[in-house]
């Protein structure tokens, strides 16, 4: 008999048992396939038929971080659960986490390495793994020994832990400072106007849990801002998990998200003037005595331009809301204002930032409970200190890529075509590099580019670790590790870079010493462990790996992650400027105001490949599989649009065609569109279904963080009379006096 | 025959069902629930629900357990979004259970609305019947695309068409954590022991399930809160679900 390897055997045994469960399909005439048993001479570790087996690792479909269980049959992935013990996630899961099956067993998954005959097309051969590393690495190789070093380039996505000190580390040897990160959902505007308020740029922790007053400017905390699934368990607990106390919540956004759904208020500014809407409420504080600080000068000639009247002239909200808002903020015994999203993308979203933060520093919150908690950089994993460079960031590497300069580009879970605006012109850009290597599980626009397709473990089978950003306000790190046997010719994207390093020789291998990403890891949490453990401690570091491993995650619950906040609020006072964003394209020819907004289930577009969320209605539209505009029911019966008509949306950048729904939670003058489909090369879900409205968003940019101001485009609208049906589960929204939501809930 | 009457006798008897030693029951705090949704995918991956496509979730033959019901309230600018989870209420007077010509749904010993899919002949009398809408019939042999069938949860039957399907309150779990009682030597199941995939998932705590026959048991706790009801109750089927209404601020 010939040789079976583990893998292997643990598929025969897989299709075993999918043959009792899978017997029903058969009866639609397919043929039942001989099947052999084979029997397990040395049956795997932890491995006992009809036996479940939860493994822990870390969930790798956002940038939270979440801990994440993973339930184990016969070598199969079964189900994905929240990690009990990880204090990110608390034991539960979003619907984007759980569908991290999908990506595993995903039917579109790049198999074996491929080399691309021409770009763009999907004119692809398998090609081995020695062949194609012999035949990058020898590329890159050549360019290091003439000395050119810097014309190679690697283009990630969002990467902490040590996979992002592994590429570091790579390049550095190799000799070129060219590795960035990419990831449209990341939060530079944030960082920055940290950076500004409380001295720091590693985000904090937000303790919606103990606050008594949320106020958050465009933050759907719920569904897409930084750690969903915990700031979810923190939303139920600021409710009702408290005795006799129950927190309120303000959301001010144009278009209702589903933290504006969850408010007690929704209010829809002015897009682009909620910056100003925050120091309108900061004037008040301050003027009506509310705020009693020895600075209480200084912040009063700061914001003396912002008196309600002023702000409610331009952000279009009465006075009395402004007031009333500022008044209960500055009643409450914990006020937290969180900002993001659209009030965080626009020309001043820095400004807009720091108006934010203002009033956390006039509500005195810093570092109490329900207020804004500093996380420190974590010294374990060694930060690296990459951080994703926004639209500057792309920019460029697009003028870098169109002068030459660049002869190599290494790509890695990002997907620049797809979330770049079409203006930025990255696929052109790409045509001028001589060799691009795509790292990737799937095909998508960007690997379309590529001349070699390296396929990669998906999160599911490699090792990794990673510290959850923004952290919770103790030091925390979570060790991935593979759940299951990897399914087809792939490699862990850290191995492939060590392969590489090998393949190149020179310094390279001496210092990058380790056969696999595992070796990596396991080696530096070996020299970090004995750095803590003083002597006389026992000394057994196979036990606290073993340790750390069952739990998935590390922790000092107790330690205080040592920031210090920015007492001072003299930062932010010297940074308050005027923050209404400029829009692109003027109100004549283009009278709305594009509003483009992530979705809790495919993020930036890269959820939009997996068919359990492709089939997850929206939460506020209930639409599948498409895409949609929404518009407030008004300004549709103004322009005689209804549910379905197809509408042609040009911005000064493009153009998209798109049905229209109508939305009665959207201000008039605005038109939404989520972002996530219109895929031209994503598999079989995700290809041909939708429209992408990035691609429109003119290249606007907020100066100070260099990131996209995606919420600053102008559009106009026009109806194309074609039709469109929208495939979605609502009939009757209204209750009809049901009494549905509960006696006395009912207004019809 | 004699038995069988009996033993109709008997059930049909006032009170029979109290005796035994469980009520299922869940409670939704509707004033923590966000809509998420996350419960709907906890669900499709624990019972193995099919992905239809788009086609056929045109024609509304698409299959979820539980879904998100959305309910607006008012017009702009004072609208408001209402979100309810809805799944099998698991009514104690059922109306699906009388319809069933052969018997395929009945009421169990645990309070369960119980579907058997082989006695199941597909008449689609019980979905006719259900207020509350939630039983989903396979009009069409779903299959999987390969490998996508290798996550399918060994504990759960795949169905195939021309049967009934609808929530089970996770009956797998309910069985494996009976046996593990079993197994301990005790009569009953801890109280927090059987948790089904939605409640486990549900990022904001806002779901509870217990067995309400015990008085120490969380959710027999929650269950009296004073925002406590249930939906569509003047049609009298008395659900096993309580849901806790939002407090508008």
Same mark, same amino acid.
């Given at each position: 008999m010939s040789k079976i390897s583990r893998r292997d055997l643990l598929q025969y045994i897989g299709a075993g048992g999918i043959g009792v469960a899978g017997g %029903?399909?058969?009866?639609?005439?397919v043929q039942r396939k001989v099947e052999l048993l084979i029997p397990q001479v040395i049956p795997p570790e932890d491995y006992s038929p009809g036996v479940a087996t939860w493994y822990n690792t870390v969930c790798?479909?956002?940038?939270?971080g979440c801990g994440i269980s993973v339930r184990i049959r016969e070598g199969k992935a079964k189900k994905i659960e929240g990690?009990? *013990?990880?204090?990110?996630s608390r034991g539960r899961l979003c619907a984007r986490g759980q569908a991290g099956l999908n990506v595993l067993y995903?039917?579109?998954?790049?198999?074996t390495p491929l080399q691309s005959a021409?770009?763009? =097309?999907?004119?692809t051969a398998e090609i081995s793994w020695d062949d194609a590393l012999t035949t990058i690495g020898s590329r890159i190789g050549r360019l290091k020994i003439e000395g050119n070093a810097g014309r190679i380039r690697l283009l990630t996505g969002r990467t902490r832990g040590h996979l992002d000190e592994l590429f570091a580390q790579f390049m550095n040897l190799l000799g070129s400072e060219h590795y960035q990160q990419y990831d449209f959902t990341y939060p530079s505007a944030l960082a920055a106007a940290n950076k500004t308020?409380?001295?720091?740029?590693?985000l904090p922790y937000y303790?919606?849990?103990?606050?008594?007053f949320l106020l958050s400017f465009g933050a759907d905390y719920l569904g897409t801002w930084l750690s969903p699934v915990h700031y979810s368990l923190a939303y139920g607990n600021l409710r009702?998990?408290?005795?006799g106390q129950r927190g309120k919540t303000v959301q001010i956004e144009p278009r209702m998200s589903l933290s504006g759904a969850a408010a007690d208020e929704w209010i829809a500014a002015r897009p682009g003037t909620e910056g100003l809407f925050a120091l309108g409420i900061a004037h008040v504080l301050v003027s009506s005595g509310s705020y009693t600080g020895n600075d209480r000068d200084e912040w009063s000639s700061a914001l003396q331009a912002y008196s309600p009247s002023m702000v409610s002239a331009e952000t279009e909200v009465s006075e009395d809301t402004i007031v009333r808002i500022a008044e209960e903020f500055g009643a409450s015994t914990a006020s937290l204002a969180i900002a993001g999203g659209a009030t965080a993308a626009g020309t001043n979203a820095v400004a807009s930032v720091v108006a934010v933060n203002a009033l956390n520093h006039l509500a005195g919150n810093l570092g109490k409970p329900g207020g804004v908690i500093l996380n420190s950089a974590q010294a374990f994993p060694a930060a690296?200190?990459? =951080?994703p460079a926004g639209l500057q960031g792309a920019l460029d590497l697009v003028a870098a890529m169109q002068a030459g300069d660049v002869e190599v580009l290494l790509v890695h879970d990002t997907n620049p075509v797809f979330s770049l605006?079409?203006?930025?012109g990255f696929r052109q850009a790409m045509e001028n590099v001589p060799l691009i290597v795509a790292l990737s599980s799937f095909h998508d626009e960007t690997t379309a580019m590529a001349d070699f397709i390296l396929p990669t473990n998906t999160y599911l089978e490699s090792w990794g670790d990673d510290v959850p950003d923004?952290? *919770?306000?103790f030091p925390v790190t979570s060790l991935s590790q593979p759940v299951?046997?990897?399914?087809?010719?792939t490699l862990p994207v850290g191995d492939i870079i060590l392969s590489l390093a090998r393949q190149i020789g020179g310094e390279l291998p001496i210092h990058?010493?380790?056969?696999?990403m595992e070796e990596f890891i396991k080696d530096r949490w070996r020299e970090e462990y004995d750095e803590r453990?003083?002597?006389?401690?026992?000394?057994?570091f196979e036990a606290f790996w073993q340790a750390v491993l069952e739990a998935g995650v590390w922790g000092?619950?107790?330690?205080?992650? !040592?920031g210090q906040p920015e007492s001072s609020s003299s930062p932010t006072i010297a940074a308050i400027a005027d923050p209404v964003s400029k829009f692109a394209g003027d109100e004549t020819d283009y009278p709305f105001v594009l509003h483009p907004y992530l979705t809790a289930t495919f993020l930036d577009g890269?959820?939009?490949?997996l068919p359990w969320l492709q089939e997850?209605?929206?939460?506020?539209? =209930?639409? %599948?599989?498409g895409s949609w505009a929404e518009l407030n029911p008004v300004t549709a019966d103004e322009l005689g649009i209804e549910e379905g008509d197809v509408l042609e949306i040009e911005s000064p950048a493009g153009s998209i065609r798109v049905p229209a729904f109508i939305f009665p939670a959207i201000r008039p003058g605005v038109v939404a569109v989520p972002i996530g489909?219109?895929?031209? =090369?994503?598999?079989r879900y995700a290809s041909d279904r939708g429209i992408n409205p990035i691609h429109i %968003?003119?290249?606007?940019?907020?100066k100070q963080s260099g990131?996209?101001?995606?919420?600053a485009t102008r559009v106009k609208v026009t109806n194309t009379g074609e039709r469109l049906r929208i495939v979605k589960?609502? !009939? *009757?929204?209204?209750t009809l006096g049901r009494q549905i939501l509960g006696p006395g809930n009912d207004h019809g | 025959m004699s038995t069988f009457v009996e033993k109709l006798r008997q059930y049909s008897k006032?009170?029979?069902?109290?005796?035994?030693?469980y009520h299922w029951t869940m409670t939704i705090d509707l004033d923590r629930?966000?809509?998420?949704e996350a419960c709907v995918v906890a669900c499709q991956a624990e019972n193995n629900?099919?992905?239809?496509?788009e086609e056929r979730f045109a024609q509304s033959r698409e299959i979820k357990w539980i879904r998100i019901e959305r309910y607006w309230e008012g017009e702009y600018p004072n609208i408001k979004m209402g979100f309810i989870p809805m799944l099998c209420?698991?009514?104690?007077?059922?109306?699906c259970e009388t319809a069933c010509p052969v018997y395929a749904t009945y009421h169990n010993q645990d309070g369960l609305n119980t579907q058997i899919y082989n006695r199941?002949?597909?008449?689609r009398t019980c979905a006719v019947y259900?207020?509350?809408?939630?039983r989903y019939f396979n009009w069409f042999t779903y299959t999987w695309d390969?490998?996508?069938?290798?996550?399918?949860?060994?504990d759960v039957s795949v169905r195939e068409k021309g049967v009934m399907e609808k929530c089970t309150f996770c009956i797998q779990r309910i069985r494996i954590a009976k046996d593990n009682a079993k197994d301990d030597d005790r009569r009953r199941v801890r109280d927090g022991e059987v948790v089904p995939a939605c409640v486990q998932s549900c990022p904001t705590e806002a779901m509870l399930f217990g067995n309400?026959?015990?008085?120490?048991?969380k959710v027999s706790k929650m269950m009296k809160n004073t925002r406590g009801y249930t939906v569509l109750?003047?049609?009298?089927?008395?659900?096993?679900i309580v849901y806790l209404k939002k407090v508008h601020a």
């Open positions: %029903v399909l058969y009866g639609e005439g790798n479909q956002c940038s939270a990690n009990p *013990v990880h204090p990110v995903n039917p579109d998954r790049i198999r021409d770009r763009g =097309s999907e004119n308020s409380f001295g720091t740029d590693v303790d919606i849990e103990n606050a008594d009702q998990g408290r005795q690296a200190g990459s =951080s605006p079409h203006n930025v923004p952290g *919770v306000g299951v046997a990897p399914l087809y010719d990058m010493p380790w056969a696999s453990m003083s002597e006389g401690q026992d000394q057994n000092q619950p107790g330690a205080a992650a !040592g890269r959820g939009a490949n997850l209605p929206d939460p506020m539209t =209930s639409v %599948v599989y489909q219109g895929h031209t =090369s994503y598999g %968003v003119a290249t606007l940019m907020d990131d996209l101001a995606w919420a589960t609502d !009939g *009757v929204t209204r | 006032p009170g029979y069902y109290d005796e035994f030693d629930c966000t809509g998420c629900l099919p992905i239809v496509g209420q698991h009514c104690d007077d059922a109306p199941c002949i597909g008449t259900c207020p509350y809408e939630v390969e490998p996508l069938e290798q996550q399918l949860n060994p309400s026959k015990d008085p120490e048991a109750e003047e049609l009298n089927t008395t659900p096993s």
